[in-house]
């Protein structure tokens, strides 16, 4: 019997947690910096604990604007976020554009699960294939799909869990 997409992609989604445990595991939903009585720069995602830490230091600096950490809630964003101050991956639903941009980014580069950033990676190809906007019937899409497929069917063959 042949699997359908939606199979498909839930095998490899399998597949993929435990590669992406390690991020997975301390990411979290992206947080801003507001202020009361002033009009920040809220488009830079923040970590919980740099977002606390920057508003500790702007208060100080401008008590009158009263800047307090907003967010740490899935919000649909274009980009997979990061945070702004010390890099940690951060998590939020991706949009159709996110998805078109990581498929374009990924159709020019090498699909790899090895090395250094293989959670990251592995982490945000989960995000891709369980976002609502994740469409198996657009060619690119799935094409993108298809070359992470191959590799869990080599790992299969192989006899193996990881990449």
Known sequence: ??????????????????????????????????????????????????????????????????????GGYGIETDCPPECCKCGKTLTDILTGYAIRDEVDHYSRHTVSLRGKYSAERAFRFIEVFESSNFDTEDSDVWRFFRKVERMFKRQAVKGGGGA
């Open 1 to 70: 019997m042949t699997a359908t997409r939606s199979e498909r992609v839930d095998a490899v989604i399998k597949w993929l947690r435990p590669i992406a445990e390690p991020v997975a595991n301390e990411a979290e939903f992206s947080r801003w910096i507001r202020a009361g009585n002033a009009d920040p720069d809220e488009a830079e995602d923040w970590c919980a604990a740099c977002a606390r830490a920057e508003v500790a230091r702007l208060n100080e600096q401008h008590p009158e604007h009263d800047y307090y950490v907003w």
